[in-house]
């Protein structure tokens, strides 16, 4: 089997050398090239042809960014898969790394071994069935994989409804049989876990569904599953969401 070619990009020199030499221990990697001008990025793409690129989005002269429009071109002759690898953790920046073709976006502090699965699952996928920043991994706990999950369709994490949609997939995660009693069951269950009533749970959950649906992430939900589920006009019942988004990462499991 060849080896996964992968570049790094991060002004942090001690960050890189960390890199490094971890990924440079992997079996199934060959570490191509590290930089750490954001403007060398296209060019070092171009001259290494790496599967992957694991990069930052602060970085001199041309950040993250903009190396992912130029990379995303429809006539740049390379186009590897791309981690992004920051210390940016505002939803708006994780969503426009995505639209720009951006796999997966990871926030520091990270852990390496899951940096290191990631690559590898990433490297794997056939680029025609690739649903970018969206996909759950086998390296992350069902917490993270939500997380990734909603972030890319564009709820925010801020606010309540995030929290208790999330822990409603978990449980019907948990026993797929509660999304059939949401209302006397799920909601006063999420309800006790958060100190608050059913009724609250309830808006709250509608309330983060419709700013995603405002938001127009529409499109992301239909590249997760590769063809067309909601139109704006047929936004989900709290219901049809916390099912779609279990039987996502259900799927996903088994497979």
Avoid: C
Avoid at 20 to 28: A, H, Y
Avoid at 76 to 90: D, H, N, S
């Amino acid at each position: 089997m060849d080896k996964i070619r992968v570049m790094l990009a991060d002004d942090n020199r001690s960050l890189l050398k960390l890199l490094s030499d971890f990924l440079g221990r992997q079996p199934d990697i060959e570490l191509v090239g590290a930089v750490s001008d954001g403007m060398e990025i296209p060019e070092k793409v171009i001259e290494w042809t790496p599967d992957l690129l694991v990069m930052d989005i602060i970085m001199p002269r041309q950040d993250g960014f903009m190396a992912l429009e130029k990379l995303g071109q429809p006539d740049f002759p390379v186009k590897p898969r791309v981690i992004v690898l920051t210390g940016l953790a505002r939803d708006d920046f994780i969503m426009r790394a995505i639209r720009l073709g951006a796999s997966y976006y990871m926030v520091k502090p990270f852990d390496m071994r899951l940096l290191y699965a990631r690559i590898v699952e990433i490297a794997g996928e056939r680029p025609e069935a690739a649903e970018p920043g969206a996909e759950p991994s086998e390296g992350e706990s069902v917490d993270e994989q939500i997380t990734n999950l909603f972030l890319a369709l564009g709820i925010p994490a801020h606010i309540k409804g995030y929290q208790y949609l999330r822990e409603a997939v978990r449980m019907v995660l948990e026993n797929h049989d509660v999304i059939n009693r949401i209302t006397k069951e799920l909601y006063p269950a999420v309800a006790r876990r958060f100190d608050t009533s059913a009724s609250k749970v309830e808006r709250a959950m509608r309330h983060a569904i419709g700013v995603a649906w405002t938001r127009g992430r529409l499109e992301t939900v239909n590249q997760m599953y590769g063809y067309k589920v909601f139109r704006r006009e047929d936004k989900p019942t709290n219901g049809e969401f916390i099912a779609l988004v279990s039987d996502k990462i259900a799927v996903r499991k088994t497979a």
